[in-house]
């Protein structure tokens, strides 16, 4: 109130109770320039405002690139652009930062909040592009000292309602990080056999339901219905398992939070199927030694076991190959502090390379 009285603005939207619940009413927390005390409230009590996306190992990651005035560097996954604003701080008005973003929405809303900071074109260019051709970027701009990529989706892509990322809150069943391309995950469902959905709720998310729910979908498609929100899947969910022996099994807690699991691991594994998440992976992981100069680093921020199994193969086989010259032998993992300050960053497993100062070009990838 008293920041409202002090800004001269009268609450815009009305909602219920003391605290907005639903995502446009958060207004202030759209706003955390204007309504910085709330903002830092909310984060104090371990919660992502929405519109923000809280970056994850910063310290860790800034330590890994060991970014020098001067150098030039490659994030590959702006997001609101946390990771990206500190590693501009790093080159203290020497050098370059490329950030991709392949988000058409809140790239753009990102790229305005760094340039008011004052980072224009000469330090600090934003690309809207798949990291998949980073070989594309580097033909452009040349090597790079450091590179960073933090996967998966921001906390604005997930709090957004009309993204359809989660299934938490009602909206179209979309699940696309640049949805002016490609299939959303309502219609790539309707294309898929049953053998196929089970294949990919396993492989994507090894769901253990995986049997039940493809049929239950298909079931669904074949009685004319549609899959077309984030609750229609929710609900068939809920129903295929509540109809399971083994799930009436249980006490009401453990079905609840059965539930709650099995929606997550659905939910991932239909926004990796359609973002060719595990595809773009490989092909960024390929083209990386050809990006990076002599003695360059990568940091790479993983979310689940299915992207650090990647990310370490591919690590261990290049270092192997000579490649890299050095690679971390263990997993760094979000301090336990960090984890309660902000919950989303408890999956988060970081590994890290350095490119061979005198790197043999392999067979397979580009310079
Ligand atoms: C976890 S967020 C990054 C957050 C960011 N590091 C920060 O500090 O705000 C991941 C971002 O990468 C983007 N992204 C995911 N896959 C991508 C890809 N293959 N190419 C380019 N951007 C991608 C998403 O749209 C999302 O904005």
Not at 55 to 62: A, F, G, H, P, R
Not at 253 to 263: D, G, T
Request: charged letters at 30%; aromatic letters at 6%; a neutral charge.
């Amino acid at each position: 109130m008293a920041e409202e009285r002090k800004s001269g603005h009268r609450r815009r939207v009305h909602y219920a109770g003391r605290y907005p619940r639903r995502f446009e009413e958060k207004y202030k927390e759209h706003a955390p320039e204007k309504y910085a005390d709330t903002v830092e409230h909310i984060i104090d009590k371990g919660s992502t405002p929405a519109g923000m996306h809280i970056s994850i190992c910063v310290d860790e990651i800034l330590s890994i690139l060991a970014v020098q005035p001067g150098e030039r560097g490659l994030d590959c996954t702006l997001g609101y652009g946390g990771h990206s604003r500190r590693l501009l701080e790093r080159l203290a008005g020497q050098g370059h930062l490329t950030s991709l973003d392949i988000d058409p929405i809140e790239s753009v809303k990102t790229e305005a909040r760094l340039r008011a900071l004052g980072y224009g074109e000469d330090i600090f260019s934003v690309r809207r592009i798949n990291f998949a051709e980073i070989d594309r970027v580097a033909e452009e701009q040349g090597r790079f000292d450091f590179v960073l990529a933090d996967l998966g989706v921001s906390s604005m892509q997930i709090d957004d309602p009309a993204r359809g990322f989660s299934y938490k809150v009602e909206g179209p069943l979309d699940l696309r990080m640049n949805p002016e391309r490609g299939m959303s995950a309502a219609e790539r469902l309707r294309e898929l056999s049953r053998e196929e959905i089970e294949g990919m709720l396993r492989e994507n998310a090894d769901e253990p339901y995986a049997h039940e729910l493809a049929a239950a979908i298909t079931r669904c498609f074949r009685a004319g219905k549609c899959l077309d929100t984030t609750s229609a899947l929710r609900e068939l969910i809920e129903q295929t398992l509540g109809a399971l022996k083994s799930v009436q099994a249980l006490s009401a807690a453990e079905r609840k939070e059965e539930l709650k699991k099995s929606c997550q691991r659905s939910f991932q594994a239909l926004r990796i199927d359609i973002n060719h998440e595990y595809e773009v992976l490989e092909q960024l992981l390929t083209k990386l030694p050809g990006v990076l100069n002599p003695g360059g680093r990568v940091a790479i921020l993983s979310f689940h076991s299915g992207e650090d199994r990647l990310v370490k193969r591919s690590f261990k086989e290049l270092r192997r190959a000579g490649i890299y010259a050095e690679i971390a032998e263990e997993l760094t993992r979000p301090s336990a502090e960090e984890c309660v300050r902000n919950p989303r960053a408890r999956s988060a497993k970081l590994r890290w390379a350095v490119r061979g100062a005198c790197a043999q070009e392999a067979p397979g990838w580009s310079s």
